[in-house]
């Protein structure tokens, strides 16, 4: 970890792996990682692990004021670049297993700044964030919606439908009933004046 604005540059020919502990950079400076024939891998360690060194009691020459400097203090693991000055120009983060799998792993890979990553395979895109521009990123795949209550919803679909047909009929019965408490016969006198021509028997 460099707080005072120097790089991490690392080459090795197999493996790079963090596992619980950190690869930073606080003031600024970049992080460039090459694994010849290997992976690099981010590592399993806490986002909330913390490391706070005292803090620096600061006079500002111009004014003879002081104050507490704590920029020192960063948060998480994994491979980030941070920005712990706002005036300071952020750096970037790169990274290139040609050969292998770059893994943010739970602990992640961040930037304050750009972000370049080259490798067979990313694995992890939802673990890894930057703030400048971004090359050999995968996008981040959105978890599908779940299906297995679809029978479930149909069922309830059906059962709704019964309800209402149900409540329909029941309406429909009810009308019906009111219908016949009001129903008031009425007479049809028929009369039979002939029958056509009797005289003619069947042919």
Same mark, same amino acid.
């Given at each position: 970890?460099?707080?005072?604005?120097g790089?991490?540059n690392?080459?090795? $020919? $197999?493996?790079?792996?963090?596992?619980q502990?950190?690869v930073?950079t606080?003031?600024?400076?970049?992080?460039?990682?090459?694994?010849?024939?290997?992976?690099?891998?981010?590592? $399993?360690?806490? #986002?909330?692990?913390?490391?706070?060194?005292p803090?620096?009691?600061?006079?500002?020459?111009?004014?003879?004021?002081?104050?507490i400097?704590a920029?020192g203090?960063?948060?998480?693991?994994?491979?980030?670049?941070?920005?712990?000055?706002?005036d300071?120009?952020?750096?970037?983060?790169?990274l290139?297993a040609?050969?292998?799998?770059?893994n943010?792993?739970?602990?992640?890979i961040g930037?304050?700044?750009?972000?370049y990553?080259?490798?067979?395979?990313?694995?992890g895109?939802?673990?890894i964030?930057?703030?400048g521009?971004?090359?050999?990123?995968?996008?981040?795949?959105?978890a599908?919606?779940?299906v297995?209550?679809?029978?479930?919803?149909?069922d309830?679909?059906?059962?709704?439908?019964?309800?209402?047909?149900?409540? $329909?009929?029941a309406?429909?019965?009810? #009308?019906?009933?009111e219908?016949?408490?009001n129903?008031?016969?009425?007479?049809?006198?028929?009369?039979?004046?002939?029958?056509?021509?009797?005289?003619?028997?069947?042919q």
């Open positions: 970890m460099t707080v005072g604005g790089d991490v690392a080459f090795v $020919n $197999n493996d790079f792996t963090v596992n502990s950190r930073f606080v003031q600024g400076g970049n992080i460039l990682m090459w694994s010849s024939a290997g992976n690099i891998d981010a590592g $399993n360690g806490s #986002k909330t692990a913390t490391s706070t060194p803090p620096l009691l600061v006079v500002d020459p111009k004014t003879g004021e002081f104050s400097d920029t203090s960063i948060v998480g693991s994994g491979i980030r670049v941070l920005l712990g000055n706002p300071v120009v952020p750096g970037s983060v790169g290139f040609p050969t292998g799998t770059i943010a792993g739970d602990a992640g930037s304050a700044g750009n972000i990553l080259g490798a067979l395979q990313v694995i895109a939802n673990n964030n930057f703030s521009t971004g090359s050999g990123v995968p996008v981040a795949t959105v599908p919606v779940s297995s209550g679809m029978s479930n919803m149909q309830a679909g059906k059962a709704a439908d019964q309800a209402t047909q149900s409540l $329909n009929t309406n429909d019965l009810s #009308k019906l009933q219908a016949l408490a129903f008031k016969p009425t007479l049809i006198s028929v009369d039979v004046i002939g029958l056509g021509d009797e005289g003619m028997g069947a």
